[in-house]
C-alpha cells in the first residue's frame, strides 16, 4: 500500500501507455458519472509471466453527490482464464483426434471391419481424454452394430449391442445430415432422446458426442464419445 499511496498513475506505472490508458479510463468513468466493470486486461510480470486482470472502476462521490475520484478493484484471474484456455484446446485436440480416426475408421470399414484394431483406439481415446466409454459402430442392413464399446472405469470391452434404424428415426436422419453430434443433455438431446430407453439410461449417460463414419453419402457407422453420470460439455 505504501508503494501506491499519494502517488499519481505516472508514478506507479513505469511503462508510459499504461499510465495514460488508465488516467482515460478514470477520467471517463468521473465524466459520465458511470462505472466500467469487469474489464479484462493482460500484464507480464517480473517474472515474464503472463497474468490477467479484471479490473472495475466506479465513480466516488462526496456527501453532496459530486463526483470527486474513482474507486478500483483489481482481481487477478490468470488462473481462470489458463483453466478456460486448456478447456479449449482439450475441445480441439478431441475434435481432431475423433475426425482423424473417423477418416481412418471409414477406410478399414471399407476394407471390411476395424475389430482388429478399435479397441485399441478407443482405449486410447478414453485414457488421452478422461471419457468414461467410447465406442465404434458398424452400420449393416438397417441397422448400427456395436464392434466394441470400452468402458474405461471397468476397463472392459463388449461388442454386439443392436440400435435399429427403424426404431429410432430422428437419431438416424441425424446421422445422415449432420458431421457431428452434440447432446448434453443426451437423454433429452433432440437427436439423441430416441436412445434413452434401450440404451443412454441403463448406462447413466448424461452427454454424448458422436462422429458419423462415412464413405461419400453413404453411411458406414459412427464413433461416439459417452459421459455418465454427471453433464459434460463438449
Known sequence: IEDVVGKTDFEIWKNQEDAEYYVSVDKKVMDNNLPELDALQTRIQPNGQFSWIRVSKVPFHDTEGNVIGVIGTYQDVTDQKRNEENILASKERLRKQIETITLLGSQKLYEGGVKEYVEEI?????????????????????????????????????????????????FFDALYKQSFINANPAQIGEFTKELTARYLSAASVTSMLVYPIRIGSKLKGMLTCEHTRTPREW
Open 122 to 170: 478407443n482405449s486410447s481415446i478414453a485414457s488421452n481424454l478422461d471419457i468414461p466409454r467410447v465406442s465404434v459402430w458398424e452400420f449393416k442392413d438397417g441397422s448400427l452394430r456395436c464392434i466394441d464399446l470400452y468402458n474405461h472405469e471397468e476397463g472392459t470391452h463388449t461388442d454386439g449391442i443392436l440400435i435399429g434404424q427403424a426404431e429410432h428415426p430422428i
